[in-house]
């Protein structure tokens, strides 16, 4: 179980002191894990104040319950939009419970609950499985830890694995930072998210290009509770002359994980009117990332980033549900791209790597995602970006509860998907 301690530091940066203390179940990855309140039906209707969440030794683990509205929009009680009164204050069908891997613990023989109704929740990764139990019990303690820390007047989140500054008006961050294992502060690795958006258009001969100036999201309504942060914003491409996109977008942050899904609608075949299409996404590492490495593992690719001499390469790869990272072999992030845009349309893309960096920076690392002839309709594009402090193998080990879902089995008995992943952004 981790506590934390928040303190202030000297330039109003805000760090996380983690005291970890290794109990039976060490020290994992803190995958998060989402159950709906479909999956536990005995406790639809129950007021959430009265829900409560044990280990099964009877300790109190950190947890929350978002309600979900009947449209798919999570209600969130702060900011100039909240909308609270979308909620009802009782557990409904799609509403979700949300708590850590992290926090369960492997049952034994004698333990479990023993004075009320609770409901058992395994969690089962490999040949590994945890158990929980969900209470409907108020004079249970609730956890005191929350893993989260958010300053919504600075746009800037902490947790004991990373913190992220906002950019106002933006979907992405503008600084971005790590927690060595053992450290009070961060080593602020990243100084922005270079965006590079380039097509032609009329018939391929006008070249068009925007940088993330041009991507505005606007966020009026957010959430935070102990496990996670949810940000809605309104998202719209200010392009120019071109009519721009609208939609409605989630960043949502976990203590190691954070998710950026985004709706993209093509109103009319791509290819009809544009040519040579591409966006970019790739961090700007600063001088603190020298000892730190660009890797894709897939692609047996281990590009030091420190080294004076310069490089400018593609590697050409479908970077859709794909993996990379930037590590110093104990601390970094990785970055998994899932798009529903299809692979054979994608011919061109791969991970790209500039050193030094034009912004600032000895290196940008990261992606090309090129579109080829889209057809009209909705796509979707989410961005993972996970944390560790347990070097690649604890990266590797988020991106796989990514792309690979643990199972949920209730009561012994019902089973379902981990739906951490599960996106509720709706387009607009």
Known sequence: ????????LPGGVIAVAASIILTAHGFAAAEPVVITGQMVPSMIGTPIQRL???????????????????????????????????????????DEIVFLWEDALRETAGTGPEKDQAISIAIRRGRESRTVYLHDNPS??????????????????????????????????????????????????????????????????????????????????????????????????KLGFL?????????????????????????????????????????VISAQGKKYAFTVPKHLVTIPLGSPEPVDTLIPAVPNNGFMSVHNGTTGYGWVLQTTMPDSLLGGSG???????SR?????????????????????????????????????????????NARIIINGKRSFSNRFTRVRTQNR
């Open 1 to 8: 179980m981790a506590s934390l301690l928040f303190r202030s």
């Open 351 to 357: 991970y790209l790597l500039n050193r030094p960096s």
């Open 52 to 94: 409560r969440m044990t280990d099964p030794t009877g300790v109190s683990i950190p947890f929350q319950v978002d309600e979900v509205t009947e449209v798919g929009e999570y209600v969130c009680d702060k900011g100039e939009d909240a909308n609270p009164e979308q909620g009802n204050g009782l557990l409904d069908r799609e």
């Open 140 to 237: 249970i303690e609730l956890s005191s830890v929350e893993y989260i820390a958010y300053n919504h007047d600075r746009e800037l989140i902490e947790t004991p694995w990373f913190y992220a500054q906002f950019g106002h008006e933006r979907f992405h961050f503008t600084r971005a930072g790590v927690r060595p294992p053992g450290e009070v502060g961060y080593v602020d690795l990243t100084h922005e998210l270079r965006i590079w958006i380039y097509l032609k258009a009329l018939w391929g001969l006008l070249p068009v290009q925007f940088d993330e100036e041009n991507l505005v999201c606007m966020v009026k309504r957010y959430k935070v509770g102990p496990i996670r942060l949810i940000r809605r914003g309104d998202f719209h491409l």
């Open 360 to 404: 600032s920076g000895i290196a940008e690392c990261g992606f090309r995602l090129s579109i080829n002839d889209l057809p009209r309709g909705d796509y979707l594009i989410t961005n993972w970006v996970m944390f560790s402090s347990d070097g690649p193998a604890g990266l590797l080990d988020a991106a796989r509860g990514i792309e690979n």
């Open 243 to 283: 009519k721009g996109s609208h939609a409605a977008v989630n960043q949502i942050c976990y203590p190691q994980v954070v998710g950026v899904p985004v709706f993209v609608h093509m109103p009319f075949r791509f290819g009809n009117f544009f040519r040579d299409a591409f966006i970019e996404m790739t961090p």
